[in-house]
C-alpha cells in the first residue's frame, strides 16, 4: 500500500512539473506575441522586404557577394533547393557563382510576400514571383512561379535568412 501511495505521489508530482512547464512556455509564447505592435510588424515587413530586394538586385547584377550578402554565414544555415539537394553557406554561394557564369540576364520580380512572426527577432517570409532569364547561348527562359520560404532571424539589428527552400515551376522557353 505504501509502494503505491508513493507511486501515486510520484507521478502527480513529475505531472505537475511538466505542466507547469508547459503553462511556463504558453506564457512566454504569449508575451512574445503580445510584445510586437502592428506598427512593429509593418516596419519588420519592411526591413525584411528590403533585404529581399538586396538579394534581387544582386541576381540582377549577376552579383554573388551582394546577392548572398543577406544570408546567414553560419553553420546552422541551411537551404533546401529546388533540385532536392540541401547545401550550406558556402556550398550554395559557390553553386549560385557556377549558375550566374551561365547566364546572360537575371531577372527576380515580386508577385507577393507573406509574413509569419514566429517571435520578435524570427520571421518567417514565403516570396512568391518570377524568374526570368537568359542563357549565355541566348535562349531565354521563364519560371513562374518561383516560390521562396525564407526564415529571417535580426542578428544583432540585421535580418538574415537563416533557412530557406526554394520551390519552383518547370522553366518555360520565352520567345
Do not use: R
Request: positive net charge; charged residues 25%; glycine residues 4%.
Amino acid at each position: 500500500m505504501k509502494k503505491i501511495l508513493a507511486l501515486l505521489l510520484t507521478t502527480l508530482l513529475v505531472s505537475s512539473f511538466f505542466i507547469a512547464c508547459k503553462n511556463s512556455n504558453n506564457s512566454i509564447k504569449n508575451a512574445e506575441d503580445k510584445e510586437l505592435t502592428t506598427d512593429e510588424k509593418e516596419v519588420i515587413k519592411k526591413a525584411i522586404s528590403n533585404q529581399i530586394n538586396i538579394v534581387i538586385q544582386g541576381a540582377k547584377e549577376l552579383n554573388v557577394d551582394k546577392a548572398a550578402s543577406v544570408y546567414s554565414d553560419d553553420a546552422t544555415f541551411k537551404i533546401v533547393n529546388s533540385d532536392a539537394t540541401v547545401n550550406d553557406f558556402a556550398t550554395m554561394k559557390k553553386a549560385q557563382g557556377e549558375g550566374f557564369k551561365g547566364l546572360k540576364s537575371l531577372n527576380f520580380s515580386t508577385i507577393k510576400q507573406d509574413f509569419t512572426f514566429l517571435s520578435k527577432d524570427l520571421v518567417m517570409c514565403t516570396w512568391t514571383g518570377i524568374n526570368e532569364f537568359e542563357l549565355t547561348s541566348g535562349e531565354k527562359m521563364k519560371i513562374e512561379p518561383y516560390v521562396g520560404s525564407l526564415l529571417f532571424k535580426n542578428k544583432d539589428g540585421v535580418w538574415k535568412i537563416i533557412y530557406a527552400h526554394e520551390t519552383t515551376a518547370t522553366p518555360i522557353p520565352v520567345k
